[in-house]
């Protein structure tokens, strides 16, 4: 809970069975997080026992891929504040109050993952990583006139529930450049945003994808790709612009039902309360 909203953290899961559960008891140590959301996206045998028992509510999207995965988090969410993050342990659940406290101020703040002083010995954070997502970000920057941008990849990131009601319809990818796909829809509404640094540390495991040079070039010309479509204006659809006064507004009732049917009911376990030799902090 955090400044009486609920607070609900969504991971996407595939290959993280080793790390999925002290990053699961880590984010709920943190006393913030009202709801951590598994997405099991066809995960490694195995998974599921890891998440059983921490509390987590664990649920199946069989569509395989990055965004298929995170968009079925969020449309069964119904938290005020939705974080996006990733349970391999890259991440430290300490950041979440850093994302909370600029949300008391924009309606979305996405982490990056390229300020060096952040990026802890082992990180997956190369040259060809940081300054590749540093490059595209730069370029989006200056071809949207937009705020600070140094990472077009960092999933770590944080949405009030009615900026994602508003741009859920406009998204479409389900697979690793969904996130890029995010950020540019916050920008084509005009949704005001800021980016912080957070701690980036070893990853657990192999990625699918960043573990992988010629997938990371791959997905770093996607990036590219979809920046240049929006900025000539190939992703044409009906967007209703963000005003400042919205944030002082009630929830349009439209938007939430417009949510409910988007969201389809996904399998689910059952969340299971933690056992008390996990209540400690793990970070």
């Excluded at 944030?247 to 949510?259: C, F, I, T, W, Y």
Aim: glycine share 8%; proline share 5%; net charge neutral.
């Amino acid at each position: 809970m955090w400044r009486g909203k609920t607070v609900a953290v969504i991971f996407p899961t595939y290959n993280e069975k080793d790390s999925i559960r002290a990053a699961t008891l880590g984010y709920l140590a943190t006393g913030l997080a009202d709801e951590v959301i598994v997405v099991n996206n066809n995960a490694a045998p195995g998974t599921s026992e890891e998440v059983a028992g921490t509390g987590a509510r664990e649920i199946f999207e069989t569509k395989q891929g990055y965004g298929n995965a995170l968009l079925c988090g969020i449309d069964n969410c119904r938290a005020d504040l939705i974080v996006l993050s990733e349970p391999d342990g890259t991440f430290s659940p300490s950041d979440l109050i850093k994302l909370l406290a600029y949300s008391d101020d924009v309606p979305v703040v996405f982490g990056t993952r390229t300020s060096r002083e952040f990026i802890w010995a082992g990180a997956n954070m190369g040259k060809f990583l940081r300054w590749g997502n540093w490059a595209v970000a730069k370029m989006t920057e200056v071809l949207f006139n937009t705020t600070i941008l140094t990472d077009m990849g960092c999933t770590l990131r944080l949405f009030d529930t009615r900026t994602l009601l508003r741009i859920r319809p406009h998204l479409t990818i389900g697979g690793s450049h969904f996130g890029p796909q995010l950020l540019m829809e916050v920008v084509a509404h005009g949704i005001p945003f800021v980016e912080i640094p957070v701690n980036y540390r070893s990853r657990v495991g192999e990625s699918s994808v960043t573990g992988s040079f010629w997938k990371a070039f791959v997905l770093g010309i996607q990036m590219i790709i979809l920046v240049w479509q929006y900025r000539l204006g190939m992703v044409k659809r009906d967007r209703r612009q963000w005003m400042p006064e919205e944030r002082e507004q009630p929830m349009d009732a439209s938007l939430v039902n417009l949510a409910r049917q988007l969201a389809v009911p996904a399998r689910q376990e059952e969340p299971v309360q933690p056992a008390a030799k996990f209540a400690r902090r793990i970070d």
